[in-house]
């Protein structure tokens, strides 16, 4: 089963921007829409992105999120320690499973 | 307002077995995909099955982790969703979420599985 590769950290200052990407295939991200989801600590996971760039109610348009091919991007405007957390896009591969990547997690500095 | 919550959890010794449960409300639940996932203790999120939202005889998705051990199902009549998990293992041990798909919109609180001697 397909395993999305993100960078298992990045970091920058409050109030800056910051991006995460998410590299798959052509059978996965590349043929399906992509999903992005923040995991505080000591929190169930929350979807922040989904249809590659589209915000559920409720998510800031600080987030957002963009697909170009084969990868993904979430993007993360206006930084806050508030945003500290694991980062995961998620997608269908070609069999019908479901892949989460890797994780990433974000320091707020 | 949609809500999931799991149940079901404990401490279970390797070999053994544990059904989990997941109560929803809020929602027509019979018209949703239901998925679970799991968190083992430092790692990341892990998908490891989904149920279909059909009444007679959904199709079901399994991850290769659990394939042939883990059993999903659901009852649409009490708005519940279960895994079985049977001949557990250690690296089974995780934080077990439901979540309603797709996306995955809602997600439970998750609970908590142990699997040791």
């Known amino acids: 089963q397909s395993v999305l590769t993100q960078p298992p950290s990045v970091s920058a200052a409050p109030g800056q921007k910051v991006t995460i990407s998410c590299s798959g295939s052509?059978?996965?991200?590349?043929?399906?829409?992509v999903s992005w989801y923040q995991h505080l600590p000591g929190s169930s996971p929350k979807l922040l992105i989904y249809?590659?760039?589209r915000r559920p109610s409720g998510i800031p348009d600080r987030f957002s999120g963009s697909k170009s091919g084969t990868s993904a991007t979430l993007g993360i405007t206006g930084l806050q320690t508030g945003d500290e957390a694991d980062y995961y896009c998620?997608?269908?591969?070609?069999?019908?499973?479901?892949?989460f990547g890797e994780g990433t997690k974000l320091t707020v500095l | 307002q949609v809500q999931l919550v799991e149940s079901g959890g404990g401490l279970v010794k390797p070999g053994g077995s544990l059904r989990l449960s997941c109560a929803a409300s809020?929602?027509?639940?019979?018209?949703?995909?239901m998925t679970w996932i799991r968190q083992a203790p430092g790692k990341g999120l892990e998908w490891i099955s989904y149920?279909?939202?059909?009444?007679?005889?959904?199709?079901?998705k399994y991850a290769d982790s659990v394939k042939g051990r883990f059993t999903i199902s659901r009852d649409n009549a009490k708005n519940s969703l279960f895994l079985q998990m049977n001949n557990l293992r250690a690296e089974d041990t995780a934080v077990y979420y439901c979540?309603?798909?797709?996306?995955?919109?809602?997600w439970g609180q998750g609970t908590l599985v142990t699997v040791s001697s």
């Open positions: 249809d590659n760039n």
């Open positions: 998620g997608t269908w591969d070609s069999s019908l499973n479901w892949v």
């Open positions: 809020g929602f027509s639940f019979g018209d949703y995909y």
């Open positions: 052509s059978s996965d991200i590349g043929n399906n829409f």
């Open positions: 979540a309603r798909m797709q996306p995955l919109d809602y």
């Open positions: 149920i279909s939202s059909a009444s007679n005889s959904p199709s079901t």
